[in-house]
């Protein structure tokens, strides 16, 4: 590592945030690129699984408010996608990138929803993970993006109160209602456990080196069971792992998740990857001539 | 084209940089605002500016050490007592 390098990586260790015209490394710009943008894609992706249930909710006004996130979720990525832009790759490419499995999106995206219970589950714990996330890139290094997290998690917190309520309905419905939430949080809570990471200590992380992530992998996942399971377990539902406990010394413990799946489902090999892609695969094409007209210095 | 966002939250507070967004024209632009930054009442009033006409300007040196015009540039503590001995209005 050069002089000017270390130094840098001092100084954002030390606490200082970048902002867009100063110098940096080309690692800390790498990096910041590939986790931004699958960021962004993460937030267009997510909006599948979602988009699938507008037609289905149950009410006019689970309809609107299901609306409602997805809009705010494919505003976060226009946003972020600008993040990424200004660092030196264009939304073309990073659309054009998504699409030919080139970059990643998130886990919880590459699996397929079978029913009303999924979209509340998905709405409170996937959005309760990925706050717990979010927050902690409030404190990033980089300084734009820190300020577009600000806005971002600001209206995730309506995502999970709406997904909340969603459950709340649920569990307090028919015994039919019930057992459609049980069997999703069944169903999700594997790769829920894999949301936040393997459990890389914080100072062989890249990602925490730089100071792009405020937070070890661990530290986030140990966060989301010390808020999400004592509100799972009160509404009398059944957390579909025997080894989970809260140690004496108030570390949580499980089953260890299968870190191979998740490695195969973030590769593409998901469940659901594959129809997910090919659903963007023709909106992209679709939606070319309308980029085209808009943003006719793109074209 | 790229447009810059300034936002106030609430009346008489200051305008901060919220963002940024693409938009081929002003009427597309005061749209995008809008629902980007707005929509949920957040804002009490936007500035959107095309980003080419900002100038940012971000180098101050300061060659001459020119502390005598800021507060840092006095310290007062040691004359202060001093003055006060004389007077006899120092404390025990």
Same mark, same amino acid.
């Given at each position: ?12 260790? =030390? ?10 490394? +080309? ?7 590939? %986790? ?15 988009? +699938?249930?507008?037609?289905? !909710? ?10 409602? @996130?997805?809009q +705010? ?21 990073? /659309? ?5 499995? @080139? ?15 999924d ?6 714990? $996937?959005? !309760? =993970? ?22 971002v ?11 909340r ?19 999703? /949080? ?8 894999h %949301? ?12 925490? $080196?730089?100071?792009i ?10 966060? %989301? ?17 025997? @080894? ?27 469940p ?5 892609? +090919? %659903? &963007?695969?023709?909106? &992209? ?6 980029? @085209?007209?808009?943003?006719?210095? !793109?074209? | ?21 693409h ?27 095309? *980003?080419?006409e ?28 001093e003055? *006060? ?7 025990p």
């Amino acid at each position: 590592m050069d002089a000017r390098t270390q130094e840098f990586l001092e100084e954002v260790q =030390a606490g200082r945030q970048v902002e867009t015209g100063d110098w940096m490394p +080309d690692e800390y710009r790498k990096r910041l690129i590939k %986790f931004i943008e699958m960021h962004g894609n993460s937030e267009l992706m997510g909006v599948l699984p979602e988009r +699938d249930w507008i037609l289905r !909710a149950p009410t006019l006004q689970r309809k609107l408010a299901l609306t409602a @996130k997805i809009q +705010d979720e494919v505003g976060h990525c226009q946003l972020i996608y600008r993040v990424v832009e200004d660092l030196g790759k264009p939304r073309a490419q990073c /659309l054009d990138d998504l699409i030919s499995g @080139k970059s990643k999106f998130h886990n919880v995206f590459h699996y397929p929803t079978k029913s009303w219970g999924d979209v509340g589950v998905i709405a409170w714990l $996937v959005d !309760a =993970a990925a706050i717990i996330s979010q927050k902690a890139l409030l404190k990033c290094s980089y300084a734009p993006y820190a300020r577009v997290m600000k806005k971002v998690c600001w209206e995730e917190s309506f995502h999970i109160l709406h997904g909340r309520d969603t459950v709340l309905a649920m569990v307090t419905g028919t015994p039919a209602q019930f057992e459609l939430v049980q069997e999703a /949080l069944d169903r999700w809570w594997p790769p829920l456990m894999h %949301f936040h990471g393997n459990p890389i200590p914080a100072e062989e992380d890249p990602m925490f $080196v730089w100071r792009i992530k405020s937070q070890a992998n661990e530290d986030a996942r140990q966060q %989301f069971l010390e808020g999400y399971v004592p509100q799972i377990l009160e509404l009398g539902l059944t957390i579909p792992d025997p @080894k989970l406990r809260r140690g004496d010394d108030g570390v949580w413990e499980y089953t260890e998740p299968d870190w191979d799946e998740l490695m195969a489902v973030v590769t593409g090999h998901g469940p659901a990857s594959q129809e997910r892609l +090919d %659903f &963007r695969r023709v909106s &992209r094409a679709e939606v070319d001539w309308v980029s @085209k007209v808009m943003l006719p210095e !793109a074209a | 084209m790229i447009w810059e966002v300034f936002r106030q939250e609430r009346k008489g507070q200051p305008f901060v940089h919220g963002g940024s967004f693409h938009a081929p024209d002003k009427a597309f632009a005061d749209a995008y605002a809008r629902e980007f930054y707005a929509r949920r009442q957040e804002s009490v009033a936007l500035w959107i500016v095309p *980003r080419e006409e900002i100038t940012e300007i971000g180098e101050f040196p300061d060659e001459f050490d020119l502390k005598y015009r800021r507060v840092d540039g006095y310290s007062i503590k040691a004359r202060l007592k001093e003055a *006060r001995e004389r007077a006899g209005t120092a404390a025990p």
